[in-house]
Nanobody, 120 residues
Framework: QVQLVESGGGLVQPGGSLELSCTAS????????LGWFRQGQMGREGVACL???????RYTDPVRGRFTISRERGKNTVRLQMTNVKADDEATYHC??????????????WGRGIQVRVAS
């Protein structure tokens, strides 16, 4: 059974940094893709994807250069390091699996989500 549990999140000031973590169980990240989508005022948006077999990464344009997705070696845990956070980044962030790899922003399993609030 696939389970995805997010941690981190909270309140961050504009321009600040924040880190999210996702611990996955029920599958081996060596053979799947894992990452994040967010649900905010603009709707649902794929944010970052890490392709387990190759280690390649994909980001949505608004976060490229500011967010970094990484994996803890040997673990089914991915992190999303968020820097230079902007007001538009405020959303609920869900850890998710990508059934099509990182080629498509399509999702099949996801966690309950964790809120990121951006305020001074």
């Amino acid at each position: 059974q696939v389970q995805l549990v997010e941690s981190g999140g909270g309140l961050v000031q504009p321009g600040g940094s924040l880190e999210l973590s996702c611990t996955a169980s029920g599958f081996d990240l060596d053979y799947y893709s894992l990452g994040w989508f967010r649900q905010g005022q603009m709707g649902r948006e794929g944010v970052a994807c890490l392709h387990g077999p190759s280690g390649s990464r994909r980001y949505t344009d608004p976060v490229r250069g500011r967010f970094t997705i990484s994996r803890e070696r040997g673990k089914n845990t991915v992190r999303l390091q968020m820097t230079n956070v902007k007001a538009d980044d405020e959303a609920t962030y869900h850890c998710t699996t990508f059934p099509e790899g990182c080629r498509e922003w399509s999702f099949d399993y996801w966690g309950r989500g964790i809120q990121v609030r951006v305020a001074s």
